[in-house]
C-alpha cells in the first residue's frame, strides 16, 4: 500500500481530485494533507489536473512505502516499493 | 604617560578651540595630547553659513580620519544646536558611522554634546548662559538646552555676528554680562556657550566670584575628551568640573 | 536569560550591501528607473588594519524602512569579466546557469498592478524584463542590475496560510535528519517527511 501525501492547499485540490478518479485510489484527509492510498501504482495525469509547472513539481509533501517512478509535465506515478 | 590624538573639526574662522584645548589638556597629569584640526568654512553665525558649513563635515571626517585621532571633537556649538534638539546625537552617530564603516575605532563627541555630558556630571539642573550670538540663535541653544532636560533660568546674548569677531571678545566683557545675570536660582553658569568665544582665563575667578560652577565651551569639551580617552579628571585651575576627581562632592 | 529570550526580535532587512564598479548605472537602475529613493551615503577610507582605497558606501530605501546599498572603491581595477556572474563573483562555463542565478535579491510588491509597474520602467529603460514566471503561490519578474546582480521583483497570488508554515517545517525537519546521511535524496526527503507527518498528526486533530 503506497501513501502520497499532498498539501491541501488551493493550488494542489486538483491532484488530489484527479487521483480520487482511479479505481481502487482512496483519497482521506490528515491533518492538512490529503493522503493517496492506493495497492498498486498511483498514476496522476498532469494535464487532467490542470496544474502550472511550478505547483505540479511541488505538490508532493510525503510519501510511505512507494517510490516516484515518474514525475514529468505528463504525469506523476508513485509504485509500491 | 598614555599619549591621545585629538581630532577637530572645527569652524574656519575659529582660532579659540585651538588655542583653550590644548592649554586645558596640556595640564593633564597623566597624559599628553596632540591636536589635528580640519576646518569647515565659516566667517559669519548665520544660519545659512551654518548649513553650509555642516555639509563640509564629510570631508573633515575623512582628512582627520587618516589621521588615525583616538577622539575626534565636532567643534562647532552653535552649527548643531541651531538645527533642532537631538541634533548632536544624529551628527555624533553620522560621524561615527563614517569612522566605524572604514574601520577606524575613533570616539566621536562634540562641543554640543559636551556641554550637555559635563552639565550633568555637574550634576547641573538649573542652568545661565552666557552667548556671543545673534539672539534669535542664543534661542535656540536656549530651547536646545531645554529640550535636553535642563531649565535655563537666565541668558545673555553678546549679538556678535562675524565668527573672527567673536574670537576677539574681551573678557571683561563676557564678565560683565555674566554679572548681569540672575544666578540666585542658578545650580552652574555656562559662562562662553561657545568654542570660539575666549573664556578660559575666566572659569576659575568667575567660579570664585559667583560661588557656583562654571563652565565653558571648552572646559566641557575637555571634559568629555578625558572621559572618551578614560582618563581621570584632574586638570587644575579651569573650575570644579575639570578639577581632580574626589574633590568635588559629584 | 531575560524576557527578550527566545523572542523573534528581528525586524526585516537593514540593508543588504554588493559592491558596484558602476556607480552612474547603478544610480540609474535603481533611483532613475526603479524610482528607490537615495536615502544615505558614507564617504570614507580604509582607516582600520584592512587598507582598502577611499570608498562610497550608498543606500536605496527598498520600501518598508529596508535598504540595498553598495560599496564603490576608487580607483579600485574592474575584476576581470570573463565568464557567468556578476561584479562579486564569476564562476567557469561548466557552472550551470541556475546555479549562478541562485542568489538574488527578490523585492516585494503588493499587487499585480504594482508588478506591472515594475515591469513598466523597467521595459522602458536599459534593463528590460528578461522573465516573468509563476511559482506556486507567486508571480515575479527578473532581470539583471548593471552590476549583473539578479534582482526579481514579487508579488503573492494569495496569502501563505497556515497549513503551508507548518508544511515548511516538517519539510525542514526533514530534510535536517536526512541530509547528514550520504548519498541522501529527495526520496529519502520525502519519506521521513511522511513519517513525521504521521507521529505529528495526533497533535493537529485540535488545531488545524
Known amino acids: 500500500m503506497s501513501r502520497l501525501y499532498v498539501l491541501d492547499v488551493p493550488e494542489n485540490i486538483s491532484v488530489a481530485n484527479v487521483a480520487g478518479q482511479s479505481d481502487g485510489v482512496q483519497v482521506d484527509k490528515l491533518g492538512p494533507y490529503f493522503v493517496i492510498e492506493h495497492n498498486g501504482p498511483i498514476v496522476i495525469d498532469r494535464r487532467a489536473t490542470g496544474c502550472r509547472h511550478a505547483v505540479w513539481y511541488s505538490c508532493v509533501a510525503g510519501l510511505a512505502d512507494g517510490r516516484i517512478v515518474q514525475w514529468d509535465k505528463d504525469a506523476l506515478r508513485v509504485d509500491p516499493r | 604617560m598614555s599619549h591621545v590624538r585629538v581630532g577637530l573639526v572645527v569652524p574656519s574662522s575659529n582660532v579659540t578651540v585651538e588655542t583653550e584645548l590644548p592649554a586645558l589638556l596640556g595640564r593633564h597629569p597623566g597624559a599628553t595630547f596632540s ?87 555637574v550634576p547641573a539642573q538649573r542652568i545661565a548662559i552666557v552667548t556671543p550670538y545673534l539672539k534669535p540663535l542664543a534661542e535656540k541653544v536656549v530651547t536646545y538646552l531645554e529640550a535636553e532636560g535642563f531649565e535655563v533660568v537666565d541668558w545673555r546674548a553678546l549679538e556678535v555676528e562675524d565668527n573672527r569677531q567673536v574670537g576677539c571678545i574681551q573678557g571683561d566683557l563676557v564678565m560683565a554680562a555674566a554679572r548681569s545675570l540672575e544666578l540666585i536660582r542658578a545650580d552652574a553658569l555656562v559662562i562662553s556657550a561657545c568654542v570660539q568665544m575666549p573664556s578660559l582665563p575666566l572659569v576659575e575667578s568667575a567660579e570664585q566670584e559667583f560661588g557656583l560652577p562654571v563652565l565653558s565651551a571648552a572646559t566641557a569639551g575637555a571634559y568629555s575628551i578625558l572621559k572618551a580617552a578614560d582618563l581621570p579628571i584632574d586638570i587644575p585651575g579651569a573650575g570644579s568640573l575639570l578639577r581632580r576627581e574626589g574633590g568635588l562632592s559629584r | ?198 507521529e505529528r498528526a495526533p497533535s493537529w486533530e485540535v488545531r488545524v
Open chain 2, 35 to 121: 591636536f589635528h584640526g580640519s576646518r569647515m568654512r565659516m566667517a559669519k553665525v548665520s544660519p545659512a553659513q551654518l548649513a553650509a558649513m555642516n555639509a563640509q563635515r564629510e570631508r573633515c571626517v575623512m582628512e582627520l580620519g587618516d589621521a588615525d585621532p583616538d577622539v575626534l571633537l565636532y567643534a562647532c556649538l552653535v552649527a548643531l544646536m541651531s538645527v533642532g534638539p537631538g541634533e548632536h546625537q544624529r551628527v555624533e552617530g553620522l560621524i561615527a558611522e563614517q569612522l566605524a564603516t572604514g574601520g577606524s575605532g575613533t570616539l566621536v563627541r562634540s562641543s554640543a554634546g559636551a556641554l550637555v555630558e559635563a552639565l550633568r556630571a
Open chain 3, 1 to 198: 536569560m531575560n524576557d527578550l529570550s527566545g523572542r523573534h526580535l528581528a525586524r526585516g532587512v537593514d540593508h543588504a550591501a554588493f559592491p558596484t564598479f558602476n556607480p552612474v548605472g547603478t544610480v540609474r537602475f535603481y533611483r532613475d528607473v526603479l524610482g528607490f529613493p537615495v536615502v544615505h551615503s558614507i564617504c570614507a577610507a580604509g582607516w582600520g588594519p584592512d587598507d582598502h582605497p577611499d570608498f562610497i558606501h550608498f543606500f536605496f530605501d527598498i520600501g518598508n524602512d529596508d535598504r540595498i546599498a553598495f560599496f564603490y572603491y576608487f580607483g579600485l581595477p574592474r575584476p576581470s569579466s570573463e565568464g557567468k556572474g556578476d561584479a562579486y563573483a564569476r564562476f567557469g562555463d561548466s557552472t550551470p546557469d541556475w546555479f549562478v542565478r541562485s542568489r538574488h535579491l527578490a523585492i516585494h510588491v503588493d499587487s499585480g498592478d504594482a508588478l506591472m509597474e515594475y515591469r513598466r520602467r523597467l521595459d522602458h529603460s536599459e534593463w528590460p524584463v528578461e522573465m516573468q514566471v509563476q511559482h506556486e503561490t507567486i508571480e515575479s519578474i527578473y532581470t539583471h542590475d548593471p552590476n549583473g546582480y539578479l534582482v526579481e521583483v514579487t508579488r503573492a497570488l494569495r496569502p501563505v496560510t497556515p497549513q503551508e508554515d507548518l508544511d515548511a517545517n516538517l519539510t525542514i525537519d526533514a530534510l535536517v535528519d536526512i541530509a547528514q546521511r550520504e548519498g541522501h535524496t529527495m526520496d529519502d526527503l520525502l519519506t521521513r517527511k511522511a513519517e513525521l507527518i504521521v
